[in-house]
């Protein structure tokens, strides 16, 4: 059995879902990547590939290498030709501290990958609230939050108190001792006091911002047909 | 100090977040609730109970036992006049089992509490695949699924591999053994090979409403002006 | 060996350590309380009890149910004459949520009975963030805090952030599904961006007003001799 | 006390228990296996050696490593002469993602080694049912599969309500989060909503050929036997 | 929405995977289940009750009460006639202790709602090793094995080492400290050091059997065909 | 977006909670440190940095490294000028055994680097006794108290029971099999019967030092007026 | 079946181990333990029941109970005639606090029920270090040990570090929060500072009371035979 | 503070407890063993590391290093002249697996070290248990035993209903999946139905040896006097 028979690509899917498939290549050999990219290559399919460790992205074919946009930051690369960013950001992004960082980028470049613009706020952690108060406005401006947090995981629960937007949160291993891994920042979530907040699995930045595209797909479903006026979303 | 210091009601809440307080009884006395319901009747405020137990309920005082609607398997009651129920549903209850009930009554009553029609989906879970697949294209229409499911909660991961709307999904604490309590039900829906779900804490009816309610308000936002034609959300 | 046996009262505690001994009372029986409350009658000894049930209350000898100042709330109880409770409050107690408040009065309780008087301010969790702020000058003029909060317990890092005081946080075991015993509670608040936070057991209010204590005893300790002017703590 | 003391070869295993006995590789020195061959030499006994880490492998003598069929994705190695592999596959050895590979293939080489041929089926989860559902008629014609899965397992819930084959699950390690470790996929395909699924430990692929293995014998001595017409199993 | 609209039963199971649908009563309320009664009456269908509490067995409608054949042991009821249970038992159901029993006797009458005869080895625990060996030759004669035990769960291990048969192994909520809720027990014989154990959720006889009737089935799937002599299962 | 933009310094953090900021350097690359380092210069600010590992101070900018007092042990770095530490020692550090050194030594220079002295007291450990003993009298003698303890974490439950100093106690990793990470330190403090300690997060000597200086905080406005004759602390 | 076929006594464990069997009464039925009783009276054989509920103990048949001491603080019964307890107690019981009696009255009546005499120590836990002093060449003076603590069991690290006895460690499941269920009183002992420590599981008075008695089993066989001078154990 | 100040070694140990100090070097850096071997060598005494890496090793004074006999399976080191080892065996040590040699190794060098002498019994683990049996009488003539088992652990539990001797078992880290780490081979030991079985932590084969040392010391006070005949241990 060769390596192109260990996979199947999941070609069909945007149609199905609206998402398009990602590489997900943590789990998988060098050879096994090359042979996805062999295979996208042949339909000019566009490709995302999320925790591509630096390592791996070395050892991948000189041929791939050359067409990847590899940002290390996030460990993600795409391949091929990513769609054209469009329109006014809708999609606000908010890393509580800057080692929140690496799982922001990882939604932002997932959701630029399909032709969304995003904004971002870094380091607007609940330590200092004034961080997070001083662009409330500009945040509470966004439809759509993704708001990534480690350690104590206060600063979605903050946000959810304070606007009306719809809310993914998503959980960082950052931190250390009871911190560690980020279960505490996953449960914290979880159990917010504040209603209405989201979750995905723990440093899942592209998780988060397929959640996102989810959101804008219902959006449009929901949206006034105006040539039925008085109907509301 | 009196009962009446011991909570502090937040009426400005739905200006804030587009969500109305709710009163989650599990932790209160009776005579803590009634004291929050002689407020509310004060200002003519509807308001969401939640985990209100049968004998918890028995035990409020009559004046306020009259106003309400109470319902036993979700252990909800409605105080008050609440909203009418306008136009079509737009929001998918999906429950695996029959056991998952309790939970996605929460999440209905919760809704039709703020105006928004639900269409229930009861016993489809993936143990017999084509209880699923033989209502899928009415699972679809809706833009926005609740998908409540214990035990191994296989039907978050199928049915996001076959829609493309938003989904919020509630892991119930339905099951024994490993399973009791919810957490592998959690916990599998965090991990799900199918991209874009969320998720909100076990047997969080509740919360996964106020988590479409946010959604609808974001769409609202997201949707294109009329008046400035070629935009799309 | 008689009941008399089974335990060894430490009448030299307060001579020792500052705080007087307590009766944890969950884990004795009604004939070994009877027997300890015996043996402080004779000493002519205020003893606080914490953890006593309505049950077991109910079941202690009539002659020292006469004599107990007992609180169900809270689930103490004093036995015989406490501490005149002098002098403006220093200690501040912050309870998140309303069902926080058994745990705020076992700390209340238990700082009232050596004498220490304080302020309660109730149900100002993250939810609706103006409840603290309009709250915040009050809690910041008490240079001791404690803090009770469950679920997410955010709220000692949102006032950690914003005050200067000592804090010692109390997490509770409110809430249901991850937040269901305040191990979640209790893991955010040691992991908190805020710095500085301390922590006791989930639901201590005992241990917190003890922690209290023993800060009072350093402040005395640390207090600058008037005798030596120019000198600071 | 010398090495070869420190191990115990159980060549009567086949006869008591119909499996061989294999070198569970991991916690052993390179000369604690150089011995374990030798005296495997001596017996002119095959046999397989599981989680024998590429590093292990070089540092084993050159006279046994000469001899090793040594397989890197799935850490085995196969000493001395292995049987032939005979007849048409029963056992059909299913895996959820590309990333179970290395654990399919672990089963599908221990089978080997043993005589027993099996058709793999890889990349056929859930995300995407249609990769499962054509492939549906070749599983079900196996009447024993392995299903190897990670992440939420959702697969041989799946399967298992689809199929009646015997199934033995193996969760795997992949996926990162929550489903870091395989106690996700384990414990969801514990609380399976699907009847009749059996488990062996995270990652154990070796285990699962073995419980296939047990199952052979056990239909063989289930088999009716021709002179006794009528009979059935 | 009526109690009716509920529940969805799988009356096709029995084609599809070989085994009948059950109920599992532990989260339906007693009309839930009169409902699901009714609708198998309609269809003159035999069904099998697991987890029903005898409170709750007691509440349900005097009609389906009277054809219930109720075991408080294993909280079990099979409702209409089942099948007639023939041949010579080929399943042997090993309980470690006698506390095993009620997990036991799931197992047992699932296997007979089904039709297959079993035989009941009772308290042959590891403690008193006599007490397995002196009945091992009859155990040994039972191709496929049920083998319930909690605490250290030590059984299967031993078993599993000195028989070729199938062994499925349950583990029970026997216990207390460590051991209690079975996870001790589960993890135990999942790290068995015997090869080939296979394994369901904790305290799951029914999911024991099920997996055995799976066996069985694989079984007359491997069965030689007498038309073509000399091949081999 | 530029590195100078993923984090907002917290200048304003003295004024507001009497701390100063520090930056955690675990979770932030060379390139963000130095950033923050740069806009320290400009400010002139001191500034302690934690969880500096060796190789990352390594990559550190030259202009920075040279101005970096760093200890390898603690991880800890101090860049530019501290504070002069003034006065006699009034926190004193009581470290359980050598390998809880590096925990104690970040609370230490925690402390040098806003001027406060400490005593350190190394190896007490309660496995003999008599090394606490003999400096009972000096602990004793410090209003403030950090006790750094792994493994079994008994020390704090001890010196509890003997001093009635506040005690911030910090469990540490220190150990293997079930105290490897430190929970079991964590936990056998929380549930010390020596009342009033009180716990920060595993390893986090650095929350020590900042809970030892809000307590310090405290004192000051505890300390009695003297032109208000009578009142006390 | 018959009830009696569902034990098999075994009257032949003190000839092969040295230890009377007992019966675990949690998880059996008053019918089993009834016929269990009936079995032990046919032999005239003594026995000791654990885990005896009182509810469980009033539904035994009146011709057992007459014959059955119970305690209902410890749960154990005490079945027909039970050895002479002989000697001086060279076997010491410390019990840390007054909630730690039912253990350690387990551990007394399993050793007098083999005609072992103990003394117990209750209520000398670490919060008030006096308490053990004052009697710790007592303690001193017997061989062996069992220490039964909860919370964070401090107690048998210090009496490891002060007396050479041998230990037998009970955690039990006194507390509450991070205690619950006695968890962390295990680990802590488990991870002691003080060497050789040995532990059972949780609240299990019963198996240290064996374990005590397998080391005096142990004594007998290590004396020195006086017949052959000069040897030492 | 020189490195000299951070450890106080317990000479006195031996006359209070009856065990020497040994190092545990997994948390301390070479200068700190290289001080405290200082310390040893000035008063001539003995003296065991523990968990001391081979790169530690290496990195220690060359002074020390001729002095140590190291032993890179054990990971332990003997500093000094050991003690002659004495007498016949009365301690065996019982390894399940080859891979549980390195616990095995270290109980046998701490207990080598002050002079006593073992009997190592290699692969004797129930999956084969004929290689346990064969060798039973052997070691059933040790009056104690050392039992390091990983995985399952199920022989603490068979040697311990064979055997009347003192049994200390060692859970060890060996096994992968739900046996990483050795939790479950701890649990499993712990919840044993094999009456008397105690545990020390997970690979603590140093902690084994020292409490088999512990029950020696007991057997010599608990030996009977020949002066007084007729009295029994």
Same mark, same amino acid.
């Given at each position: 059995m060769s390596v192109a028979d260990e996979f199947v690509l999941d070609f069909a899917r945007p149609e199905r879902i609206g998402l398009e498939e990602a590489v %997900? &290549?943590?789990?998988?050999s060098p050879a096994q990547i090359d042979a996805i990219l062999d295979a996208a290559a042949v339909r000019e399919a566009a490709m995302l590939l999320t925790r591509l460790e630096p390592g791996k992205h070395a050892a991948l074919a000189d041929r791939h290498r050359a067409r990847l946009d590899y940002c290390a930051v996030s460990r993600t690369a795409i391949f091929g030709r990513p769609r054209p960013v469009r329109g006014p950001a809708r999609i606000g992004i908010v890393a509580a $501290?800057?080692?929140?960082i690496a799982v922001a980028r990882e939604a932002e470049r997932t959701l630029a990958h399909q032709g969304h613009a995003t904004t971002l706020f870094a380091d !607007? +952690?609940? &330590?200092?609230?004034w961080r997070l108060t001083r662009r409330l406005a500009e945040i509470r401006a966004h439809p759509v939050l993704i708001v990534a947090a480690g350690m104590d995981a206060a600063l979605p629960s903050v946000v959810g108190g304070l606007v009306a937007s719809a809310i993914i949160a998503v959980p960082t291993s950052? $931190? %250390? $001792? !009871?911190a560690e891994g980020g279960r505490t920042a996953l449960d914290a979530i979880l159990a917010s006091? &504040?209603? +209405?907040l989201t979750v995905v699995n723990i440093d899942n930045g592209y998780g988060a911002a397929c959640a996102a595209m989810r959101l804008l797909h219902a959006a449009r479903a929901l949206a006034p047909d105006p040539a039925r006026p008085g109907e509301t979303a």
């Amino acid at each position: 059995m060769s390596v192109a028979d260990e996979f199947v690509l999941d070609f069909a899917r945007p149609e199905r879902i609206g998402l398009e498939e990602a590489v %997900y &290549a943590a789990g998988k050999s060098p050879a096994q990547i090359d042979a996805i990219l062999d295979a996208a290559a042949v339909r000019e399919a566009a490709m995302l590939l999320t925790r591509l460790e630096p390592g791996k992205h070395a050892a991948l074919a000189d041929r791939h290498r050359a067409r990847l946009d590899y940002c290390a930051v996030s460990r993600t690369a795409i391949f091929g030709r990513p769609r054209p960013v469009r329109g006014p950001a809708r999609i606000g992004i908010v890393a509580a $501290g800057t080692s929140d960082i690496a799982v922001a980028r990882e939604a932002e470049r997932t959701l630029a990958h399909q032709g969304h613009a995003t904004t971002l706020f870094a380091d !607007v +952690g609940v &330590a200092g609230l004034w961080r997070l108060t001083r662009r409330l406005a500009e945040i509470r401006a966004h439809p759509v939050l993704i708001v990534a947090a480690g350690m104590d995981a206060a600063l979605p629960s903050v946000v959810g108190g304070l606007v009306a937007s719809a809310i993914i949160a998503v959980p960082t291993s950052v $931190g %250390y $001792g !009871v911190a560690e891994g980020g279960r505490t920042a996953l449960d914290a979530i979880l159990a917010s006091c &504040a209603p +209405g907040l989201t979750v995905v699995n723990i440093d899942n930045g592209y998780g988060a911002a397929c959640a996102a595209m989810r959101l804008l797909h219902a959006a449009r479903a929901l949206a006034p047909d105006p040539a039925r006026p008085g109907e509301t979303a």
